[in-house]
């Protein structure tokens, strides 16, 4: 039992109460162990916390392992705890302003509240965060006075620890959080993170004439569970249902291929939302797991053709400077496709999604003067993911690759413009610009 402090104010006693109600009451059949993730910056001779999150492991499944790492200024630590101390860890950080570090430094003093960007466990369900692959009510708190000691931008190197390029790289690999802003995070918060363990759905298929669900149930058991489902093409409703779920693995029968579709699924004897996953044509890539199955005709027909004027196969993103130049090349030509998942020699290899929206994207802004305007869509074909980045014909610019120069496509390749080229090409863009 918690033994609250009157001077805590009403907002933070009430959500240490719900969020120890969670983890060691509503939810605890859910964990065997809590992870705390710890990353530490010294000032002066006093250790400060950059970023710490809470996270309980999921029965049954294999806990991550412990982790010291010490770069120089920069402490790393990786500790497990018992779900029943969870409740003693988070009050000292909350009455006594103390995150407790196992190292040989002592506790970290950590003044501070929960804020207000908090998902609670009622909005978890239609939430998707970096903090977890589950539905998950995530908290936040925040130290009371504005944090001022940033991570210094060098690379982390360690005598015996591992090596990171950069602060990105570390966040992803130690805290699970993969993102193109790293500076966000460490500002002294501690996220504490209470997956809801009971059902998700991993994937959602749209499929010409179908819809195809794959739930992860990890506490639920699938006849436990309904599912909800909208679809409509552009001509409207496809399909509204309610479906009793036997299996993890269910489809459903549509007309046509859904432009638009969403599924929840919920607890069959309360009701209680659980999880959703939703698919907009063309915005698709917003939530992972979420995937566009292809009709074979248009991948088959990109094969057929082959490398081309207005198309560029890639098994990978090697080099950001060869695919800047790729895109400004089409850019400055008449547009194309860069299909990313297909070896040299046109076979379909697949290739992993997860990120690469963000990497495309920063590519072509970092690289490209002016930035390429591109759609990026993610379909399956024969069970591998393709990434197809569309780029359009640019009218009034010129696209140059930092560092590199002006592209233009040329069969199946980028090259530079000879002396005439290059000016046919400004009386163009102008000539583009003046009609638009």
Request: hydrophobic fraction near 40%.
């Amino acid at each position: 039992m918690l033994v609250l402090n009157q001077q805590v104010p009403d907002s933070d006693r009430k959500t240490l109460a719900e969020i120890v109600g969670l983890i060691c009451e509503k939810r605890k059949n859910h964990w065997q162990d809590i992870i705390v993730s710890s990353a530490l910056i010294r000032e002066g001779e006093v250790w400060r916390n950059l970023f710490t999150k809470v996270e309980p492991t999921r029965r049954g499944t294999k806990a991550p392992k412990l982790a010291r790492l010490n770069y120089h200024n920069v402490l790393f630590f990786r500790e497990l705890i018992p779900p029943e101390a969870v409740g003693l860890y988070l009050q000292r950080l909350v009455l006594e302003g103390l995150l407790n570090c196992p190292l040989k430094y002592g506790d970290v003093q950590l003044e501070g509240s929960f804020g207000g960007s908090s998902i609670t466990p009622d909005r978890a369900w239609q939430m998707r965060t970096e903090f977890s692959d589950w539905p998950a009510a995530v908290y936040c708190f925040e130290p009371a006075q504005q944090f001022r000691i940033f991570p210094n931008p060098q690379p982390l190197i360690g005598i015996d620890e591992p090596y990171y390029q950069d602060w990105g790289h570390f966040l992803r690999d130690q805290f699970g959080i993969d993102t193109g802003n790293w500076l966000g995070y460490f500002n002294g918060q501690v996220r504490v993170v209470v997956p809801d363990y009971r059902a998700r759905i991993a994937s959602l298929t749209i499929a010409s004439g179908f819809i195809e669900v794959e739930l992860d149930c990890g506490v639920a058991r699938p006849d436990n569970l309904l599912a909800k489902v909208y679809a409509e093409d552009h001509d409207g409703a496809l399909t509204q249902e309610t479906l009793p779920i036997s299996k993890p693995k269910f489809r459903i029968k549509t007309k046509d291929q859904s432009t638009f579709a969403s599924v929840a699924i919920l607890t069959k004897d309360t009701g209680e939302p659980l999880d959703q996953k939703v698919f907009k044509h063309g915005l698709s890539w917003e939530q992972p797991g979420v995937h566009l199955r292809a009709k074979q005709l248009e991948v088959e027909q990109l094969l057929a053709v082959g490398e081309c004027d207005t198309i560029e196969f890639k098994r990978e993103i090697d080099r950001a400077h060869k695919l800047a130049q790729t895109i400004a090349a089409f850019a400055n030509t008449k547009g194309g496709t860069v299909v990313i998942g297909v070896d040299n020699e046109n076979n379909v290899v697949g290739c992993e999604p997860r990120g690469l929206n963000d990497k495309i994207t920063n590519i072509v802004r970092s690289h490209c003067d002016p930035p390429v305007t591109v759609s990026i869509r993610k379909i399956v074909y024969k069970e591998k993911v393709l990434v197809l980045v569309h780029v359009l014909e640019s009218r009034g610019r010129v696209h140059t690759v930092r560092d590199w120069g002006v592209y233009i496509r040329a069969n199946a390749t980028n090259r530079i413009p000879s002396a005439d080229e290059l000016e046919s090409l400004f009386i163009r863009r102008r000539g583009a610009a003046g009609q638009s």
